[in-house]
């Protein structure tokens, strides 16, 4: 497996499993499938709704949860929640997320990334991104923030290079993440 040390000096595998689209039942089983071949980087959100099958299949692994790394998402909805944080770890069950990431910049998103750094300080995240911002919005972030994002999740696949994007995030240190 090959790793990335994010801004933070958080080890990220470059491989993982998304969930996206995955009902409960095929979330839990790939993740254990995903799991037991090798893969340790598992990817979720509030929104896909299977954050509980995603720890039940953690749990049945057998990999004790310092070999998995967790990158979850917040949705809009939540980011003014103060408890967000401990509802999605609560769902996951488990103490701490490896990434947690601002799903879209909708809503009150600058909330959210405060609700964040807050948790990135109180140790239940080891790191903090973002999803779906363009530059100018992740410049905003930038702005406004005391922990800088250790990752930018978008589309990017060799029909979007997101080149300008790249040359962006390489200077501020951030890691994209396809």
């Not at 893969?39 to 299949?57: I, S």
């Not at 939540?78 to 997320?97: C, K, S, W």
Request: a negative charge; aromatic letters at 8%.
């Amino acid at each position: 497996m090959e790793y990335v040390i994010l801004n933070n000096g958080v080890k990220m595998p470059m491989a993982g499993i998304g969930t996206f689209l995955l009902s409960p039942d095929e979330a839990e089983a790939s993740v254990l499938s995903a799991l037991k071949n090798g893969y340790r980087l598992l990817d979720t959100a509030n929104a896909y709704v299977n954050e509980k099958a995603v720890g039940r299949g953690m749990k049945k692994s057998g990999i004790p949860r310092e070999e998995i790394f967790l990158e979850t998402k917040l949705w809009p909805t939540f980011y003014e929640q103060p408890d967000a944080v401990e509802n999605t770890l609560e769902r996951l069950g488990t103490d701490y997320i490896d990434l947690l990431l601002i799903h879209q910049p909708a809503g009150n998103y600058i909330a959210g990334y405060k609700l964040m750094e807050k948790a990135y300080k109180a140790g239940k995240v080891k790191a903090i991104g973002l999803s779906n911002f363009t530059v100018e919005q992740m410049q905003e972030i930038l702005d406004i923030c005391e922990i800088k994002p250790a990752v930018l999740q978008t589309e990017v696949h060799p029909y979007s290079q997101e080149k300008e994007m790249k040359k962006f995030l390489d200077k501020h240190g951030i890691v994209i993440q396809a």
